[in-house]
């Protein structure tokens, strides 16, 4: 069982996630707020496993308890649920360390988030995955591993985060698409990651998705 807390100032979204998840059989709400302090207080009373908060909230706001949350647990899961694409938003989210960032828009996605964001994984919907790329460029931080990596596969990493295609990195690497499927494959394994949207993630955070 997945024990799960919800935090939005909005009492109507609450009620509807409540009986949304409440109906899912291995999903367990274990308290409910409104505001970033009630999130703060009921993680440190309750400890669940996910805490899914919403973004823009009188009295705190969710980034900032966010921070505050994992500041006192590290290990503490929390997804964010928000109607907002801000850029600032989500990539204050990303470096304090979000397990998730999804949009209010598609509910039906929520519980599998639940249960991926419970099981170590960090999830991000369509349209944030599809933003990261432009949203932080540069050389990668000194978070990011490179010890067992060659230059060519640092180079693969870099194009990656920018948002390429394989066939764009191909033409960049005057490589074959299959050989950069296998050069992204051997730098997936040799870094512990499971897909490409992680590998952008950890080259421009420092931050290892779990």
Request: charged residues 25%; glycine residues 8%; proline residues 3%.
């Amino acid at each position: 069982m997945i024990t799960t807390s919800i935090i939005d100032d909005d009492n109507l979204i609450t009620m509807a996630l409540t009986t949304i998840l409440g109906a899912v059989p291995d999903l367990k709400i274990c308290g409910t707020g409104s505001s970033g302090a009630q999130a703060v207080s009921l993680y440190q009373k309750e400890k669940p496993d996910v805490l899914v908060m919403d973004i823009r909230m009188k009295d705190m706001d969710g980034l900032t308890a966010l921070e505050t949350i994992l500041a006192e647990d590290p290990d503490a899961r929390v997804l964010l649920l928000t109607t907002f694409l801000d850029d600032e938003y989500i990539i204050r989210a990303i470096r304090l360390g979000a397990r998730g960032y999804l949009l209010k828009q598609d509910y039906s996605a929520l519980p599998a988030a639940i249960r991926a964001v419970a099981s170590g994984q960090v999830v991000f919907g369509e349209e944030v995955t599809a933003r990261i790329p432009g949203l932080m460029t540069g050389r990668h931080p000194d978070g990011f591993d490179t010890s067992s990596l060659t230059e060519r596969e640092i180079l693969l990493c870099r194009y990656v985060a920018d948002g390429l295609s394989n066939k764009e990195i191909s033409e960049k690497l005057f490589l074959s698409e299959g050989t950069v499927r296998n050069y992204l494959s051997s730098v997936l394994s040799k870094l512990g990651l499971r897909d490409r949207t992680q590998l952008a993630i950890y080259y421009l955070t420092g931050e290892k998705p779990a």
